[in-house]
């Protein structure tokens, strides 16, 4: 099983960036779709974006147009960039892969990486 560790979480003010950053335990995470997910207080785990292995992405709307997934396969790193942040994007955030559905995610969950937006 392929271990996730995220990182580049922090406290950021409305209208900031940050860029998370997913590293693989091994390079066979590159034969799945990798996806971000985030987790609010109270709400359940949410998907955020979603890239597959070749390169194709998808989005929440809530997200689309202010953050951008990539991977870097050289690295097994998985990012996330997130610009325009809102107050309501504030959540731990977690990489998974997966194979045809993100609902169904192939690997235990990391610990995640705190992102709070706030003034």
């Known amino acids: 099983q392929v271990q996730f560790v995220e990182s580049g979480g922090g406290l950021v003010q409305p209208g900031g960036s940050l860029r998370l950053s997913c590293a693989a335990s091994?390079?066979?995470?590159?034969?799945?779709?990798m996806g971000w997910y985030r987790q609010a207080p109270g709400k359940q785990r949410e998907l955020v974006a979603g890239i597959t292995n070749g390169g194709s992405t998808n989005y929440a709307d809530s997200v689309k147009g202010r953050f951008t997934i990539s991977r870097d396969d050289a690295k097994n790193t998985v990012y996330l960039q997130m610009n325009s942040l809102k107050p309501e994007d504030t959540a731990v955030y977690y990489c998974?892969?997966?194979?045809?559905?993100?609902?169904?995610?192939?690997?235990?969950w990391g610990q995640g990486t705190q992102v709070t937006v706030s003034s």
């Open positions: 091994t390079s066979l995470y590159r034969f799945y779709s």
């Open positions: 998974n892969s997966y194979s045809l559905n993100p609902r169904s995610p192939l690997s235990s």
